[in-house]
């Protein structure tokens, strides 16, 4: 079956500007993660939802980063106000439930920020 | 907090030597371990947890709780191990929360050279 998938690929967008980067989870799986992977930095954590509770966002580094996720689906982490330090790939994973499930990532989204 | 440490950023064997990747983490709780690798152009994937003491491609890790490591092994290194590897923790807190986040290391570049 289909995996995660993610939209754009790669965005590149000038300093200060919004953007919206969008992630499909595997059909069925309740739990949504999302990741940044940056040169020096490695995978960090940013946000984390399952089913209807709150989403976990202890990971977000400021306050320009928001997510949702509507319908327990789909999910968009949105970047306000972008900066040059927010330039890296972001991931998106998702698992059947929350727990030591695997975890299944997206191709990643691209981000630069000019 | 929560620590996930891979010392050597870059790793170079030949085909047929064994091969070790080191991980040591730190974690307040019942950790849960895993392995992801990322071959060049594909996405991160899960290679094994601790939990289910498996072996795949050939690779093993053993959690050893007094040493906090769970280093990744594979006796004889083959061309198409080469790729990044990631070491990863979960698992459940002291104070009885879960942690459904990954924490990752820095990563391991392991190149297998012919």
């Known amino acids: 079956g289909a995996g995660v998938s993610q939209s754009p690929s790669n965005k590149v967008t000038e300093k200060g500007k919004d953007v919206e980067l969008r992630c499909d989870p595997i059909?069925?799986?309740?739990?949504l993660y999302w990741y940044r992977q940056s040169l020096g930095q490695g995978l960090e954590f940013l946000i984390y939802?399952?089913?209807?509770?709150?989403?976990?966002k202890s990971g977000l580094p400021s306050d320009r980063f928001s997510a949702e996720r509507t319908g327990g689906s789909v999910s968009t982490l949105t970047i306000q106000r972008t900066q040059q330090e927010d330039s890296a790939v972001y991931l998106c994973?998702?698992?059947?439930?929350?727990?030591?499930?695997?975890?299944?990532f997206g191709p990643g989204t691209r981000l630069t920020v000019t | 907090a929560q620590r996930v440490t891979q010392p050597e950023k870059l790793l170079s064997v030949f085909k047929g030597a064994p091969v070790e990747l080191k991980c040591n983490y730190s974690y307040s709780g019942s950790p849960e371990l895993f392995w992801y690798v990322q071959y060049s152009r594909q996405r991160l994937q899960l290679l094994l947890r601790h939990i289910s003491r498996e072996s795949i491609k050939g690779f093993t890790a053993d959690l050893n709780k007094g040493e906090t490591s769970f280093h990744l092994k594979k006796p004889f290194a083959q061309e198409e191990d080469s790729a990044m590897y990631y070491c990863a923790l979960s698992g459940t807190l002291n104070s009885g929360g879960s942690n459904y986040k990954l924490t990752f290391g820095k990563g391991t570049l392991l190149t297998v050279n012919p």
């Open positions: 939802f399952q089913g209807n509770s709150a989403p976990d």
């Open positions: 059909s069925g799986h309740t739990a």
């Open positions: 994973a998702s698992s059947f439930t929350a727990g030591a499930y695997e975890q299944y």
